[in-house]
């Protein structure tokens, strides 16, 4: 279970497979040199951070990961959590929150979490997804049409008043390459797939800007030179305080990370027919965000367009994640300093692109056609997430989830009372269906149905005060019971202490379900052979 695929895939390892991989590597490691840059700036931290975080945590989760063709970086999902973390807690606040965040997919992974991640319900998913596609959106439209503005707010609405009022600022330079940015990218494809229109955009703007002498801000402009060199790793300082300070939004890193990870796992199984280690992967994106923190660099996870990216062009082995990280080192040492000439423009155009793409507005309007349950999650986590925090989202989106899916377990729990004169007179092809049977006088039936939990006990409840008089049998049906909970344990214990009272003997008849029986016997309301029963 803890086995890096690594070892597994390179048992029968040849070198046509390596070519491929090499390949596939080489361009996914171009592809995720303008997507490094562009998250790093987009959640408030120096360019270079985001190269950091592609290189390291890229190797490291491909090398220790339990998928074959995840690729691994820095993701458009973290941009709004890692903003929001820079602007209250800064840059060191950041580092301290990721190896945090890393320590708990370690966790995860250690205590078997994987199976569990993977059933948060779609809406919550598509919510926070469309969410923070928005706010991507919304966060760029300074640079897509170089308002000359000051720091752009973060609350939703204000940030957009702040545009309105500063719109008579447009830079119509900045606009045009912007959009020239987003039409190479959305027509490149038409011309070929081999090469990452997103990389073609970067070349032709830079060079435009840099032929015709633009007045666009870049790179260089704002941040300066970009370092052609991995930073010394400082292990964070922690204590007490901090871990409490940030303990919330290294949680919602290390949920966020283990739901993107897994999902660019399932995704890409598909993709390829494999079989992922859900457990071995939450414990390598752990690892790989504790050194990206190590070495100055902000949250990684799976990321799903270039693990598919990956797949297309060939990698079928974690090789090829190894070599996209060494590709971005290799670009970053001798390349990398020519990235100070990008427009801000340019990226801004690649991220209004990647937040499109992460919309997911067709599964937006599909869960529309679905139960008014999912809708509600769908737009509780939606609205949370671009009005309050998406940490807030995620928590109160689940328990939204939760409680709407105890309410609809509570439908299909029902008890009723069974007698002849309801019976079908024997019809019917089902020998336990109480037609076939005639229930004496004094005994009396109550059959349960569905799961007897907590959410539907007072059913139960309400069911046994129809009894007129105290019957010398009650006979409990639990056929049909899959599962039983602590309270639905203390309602039979209630209903048997107050059967014992007026003399009546209760019987539990047709428990066919082990976790039931299980139950049922460590509350000693069934006995088996190594146990006595006190009634």
Request: net charge positive; glycine share 8%.
């Amino acid at each position: 279970m803890f086995r890096p695929k690594l070892f597994d895939t390179l048992k029968n390892y040849n070198r046509q497979q390596f070519t491929k991989d090499l390949l596939a590597g080489i361009i996914v490691g171009i592809v995720a040199l303008p997507l490094a840059i562009a998250f790093a700036i987009a959640s408030g931290v120096s360019p270079e951070k985001g190269l950091y975080t592609a290189v390291i945590a890229g190797f490291i989760i491909s090398a220790m990961g339990g998928s074959r063709v995840q690729i691994g970086g820095p993701t458009g999902a973290f941009i709004v959590i890692v903003y929001g973390i820079v602007q209250v807690h800064g840059v060191s606040g950041l580092i301290i929150a990721t190896f945090m965040a890393g320590a708990m997919l370690i966790i995860m992974g250690l205590a078997r979490f994987g199976s569990v991640i993977k059933f948060i319900p779609h809406p919550l998913i598509v919510g926070f997804t469309s969410g923070i596609a928005l706010l991507i959106f919304s966060s760029q439209m300074k640079d897509f049409f170089g308002l000359n503005m000051g720091d752009v707010p973060s609350d939703f609405f204000t940030k957009w008043e702040s545009y309105a009022a500063g719109f008579d600022s447009v830079n119509m330079y900045a606009f045009i390459i912007a959009a020239a940015t987003v039409a190479i990218i959305l027509l490149w494809p038409k011309v070929t797939h081999k090469i990452p229109g997103s990389l073609i955009a970067i070349v032709v703007t830079t060079a435009a800007m840099q032929f015709f002498h633009l007045p666009v801000d870049t790179i260089g402009n704002r941040f300066g030179s970009i370092p052609s060199s991995l930073p010394m790793p400082i292990v964070p300082h922690l204590d007490f305080n901090t871990i409490k300070k940030l303990i919330q939004p290294a949680f919602t890193i290390a949920l966020l990370g283990g739901i993107e990870s897994l999902l660019s796992a399932v995704v890409s199984d598909g993709m390829i027919g494999g079989n992922h280690k859900s457990n071995m992967e939450l414990v390598a994106q752990g690892t790989a965000n504790i050194f990206s923190s190590i070495f100055g660099g902000i949250p990684a996870t799976g990321a799903i367009a270039r693990t598919a990216t990956n797949v297309k062009n060939g990698g079928r082995t974690p090789v090829a994640g190894i070599v996209h990280a060494i590709t971005l080192l290799l670009i970053m040492l001798f390349v990398g300093k020519w990235a100070a000439l990008i427009p801000m423009a340019t990226l801004a155009g690649i991220l209004v692109v990647i937040a499109y793409n992460m919309s997911e507005w067709q599964s937006f309007l599909s869960v529309f056609k679905g139960s008014r349950s999912d809708v509600a999650v769908l737009m509780t986590t939606f609205l949370l997430t671009v009005i309050i925090d998406l940490t807030v989202a995620i928590e109160i989106g689940m328990i939204l989830a939760a409680f709407l899916f105890m309410r609809n377990m509570i439908k299909f729990s029902d008890v009723s009372i069974l007698k002849n004169d309801i019976n079908d007179n024997g019809k019917g092809t089902d020998i336990n269906n109480i037609g076939h049977f005639t229930i004496p006088e004094n005994v009396d039936v109550f059959e349960i149905t569905g799961p007897l939990f907590f959410g539907a006990a007072h059913k139960f409840k309400d069911a046994m005060r129809f009894i007129e008089k105290p019957p010398k049998v009650l006979i409990i049906r639990m056929r049909q019971v899959p599962i039983i909970d602590a309270t639905g344990i203390r309602t039979l214990k209630e209903v048997h202490k107050d059967a014992k009272n007026r003399g009546t003997k209760l019987i539990l008849s047709e428990v066919y379900s082990p976790q039931v029986i299980k139950e049922l016997q460590d509350a000693r309301l069934l006995c088996n052979r190594q146990s006595q029963c006190n009634h």
